[in-house]
């Protein structure tokens, strides 16, 4: 997926993405935003991995640790 497809994906959802000035999400909203943006990444990267040999999870790890949940 390229990166105007998924923000073709958020602004169908939040129509107020497209327009300039702030935008403010609460808490829910954020979670919500990542937890979108999240599950797109996982499905495409399996998908795209699908015969792909495993790699370590270096990357994931460190994306865990920024947002708090290891």
Not at 21 to 36: A, I, M, P, Y
Request: hydrophobic share 35%; charged share 30%.
């Amino acid at each position: 997926m390229k990166k105007s497809q998924l923000w073709k994906i958020y602004v169908a959802k939040n129509p107020a993405f497209e327009r300039d000035g702030n935008v403010t999400l609460s808490t829910r909203g954020l979670r919500k935003l990542f937890e979108q943006t999240w599950d797109l990444a996982y499905h495409e990267g399996e998908e795209e991995n699908e015969h792909a040999p495993v790699t370590d999870s270096k990357g994931v790890d460190d994306l865990m640790k920024i947002f708090g949940m290891s």
